[in-house]
């Protein structure tokens, strides 16, 4: 297995990773409901997210293992902002995937979202997620320890929000420390996880 930075290129390989490894998380589900035609869906709304977030000013990186993707973590700059004209020409993505019906809910939900964030600067990783073929071949964690190179080397603080138990878990055995919850799920998921930056 390798690690390495995505190209733009691969936005839809990226997305189609994402959807099928949180197709049946809970918070997503909150978002983006029903099972018709749903991986491809969410390929679509993942696949606008990167395009609009880290692939415009941000880092991918991907863990691979035979020119196949296994993983990734999107991270998006301190102080990124999605510029309008990304969200207009993303707009008819996120609206397939979504659905008309479903609008109000998501941009509710991305309120509550942006409600969280912190206010100083910060590294987001906007999503990590390993394919389930994959899944317990410590890719999540190597993807965390790759970007967490960056992140302090700036001597940066990072923020998240953990949708389940086990990313929690996960994100506090590297530093994140649990906040908020955000309440948009059973149990009080996703929670606000924040890291100070490192000296």
Do not use: K, N
């Given at each position: 297995?390798?690690?390495?930075?995505?190209?733009?290129?691969?936005?839809?390989?990226?997305?189609?990773?994402?959807?099928?490894?949180?197709?049946?998380?809970?918070?997503?589900?909150?978002?983006?409901?029903?099972?018709?035609?749903?991986?491809?869906?969410?390929?679509?709304?993942?696949?606008?997210?990167?395009?609009?977030?880290?692939?415009?000013?941000?880092?991918?990186?991907?863990?691979?293992?035979?020119?196949?993707?296994?993983?990734?973590?999107?991270?998006?700059?301190?102080?990124?902002?999605?510029?309008?004209?990304?969200?207009?020409?993303?707009?008819?993505?996120?609206?397939?995937?979504?659905?008309?019906?479903?609008?109000?809910?998501?941009?509710?939900?991305?309120?509550?979202?942006?409600?969280?964030r912190p206010s100083t600067p910060h590294w987001y990783l906007a999503d990590v997620a390993v394919d389930?073929?994959?899944?317990?071949?410590?890719?999540?964690?190597?993807?965390?320890?790759?970007?967490?190179?960056?992140?302090?080397?700036?001597?940066?603080?990072?923020?998240?929000?953990?949708?389940?138990?086990?990313?929690?878990?996960?994100y506090e055995r590297f530093g994140f420390v649990a906040g908020a919850p955000l309440g948009l799920a059973?149990?009080?998921?996703?929670?606000?996880?924040?890291?100070?930056?490192?000296?």
């Amino acid at each position: 297995m390798t690690t390495r930075r995505a190209t733009r290129a691969e936005a839809s390989a990226c997305g189609a990773v994402l959807a099928r490894a949180l197709r049946d998380d809970a918070v997503v589900a909150a978002v983006i409901p029903g099972e018709h035609r749903r991986e491809e869906r969410l390929t679509r709304s993942y696949t606008a997210s990167l395009l609009t977030g880290a692939f415009t000013d941000g880092e991918v990186d991907v863990v691979e293992s035979a020119d196949r993707i296994l993983g990734l973590a999107a991270w998006e700059r301190p102080g990124h902002r999605t510029g309008l004209a990304d969200r207009l020409q993303q707009f008819p993505r996120y609206l397939r995937a979504i659905g008309l019906r479903h609008l109000r809910t998501a941009l509710r939900t991305s309120e509550v979202f942006a409600r969280h964030r912190p206010s100083t600067p910060h590294w987001y990783l906007a999503d990590v997620a390993v394919d389930p073929a994959a899944a317990g071949r410590g890719i999540g964690s190597q993807l965390l320890r790759t970007g967490l190179v960056r992140v302090d080397d700036e001597h940066a603080a990072a923020y998240l929000e953990a949708t389940t138990p086990g990313s929690r878990r996960l994100y506090e055995r590297f530093g994140f420390v649990a906040g908020a919850p955000l309440g948009l799920a059973p149990g009080g998921y996703p929670v606000a996880m924040h890291r100070p930056g490192r000296p």
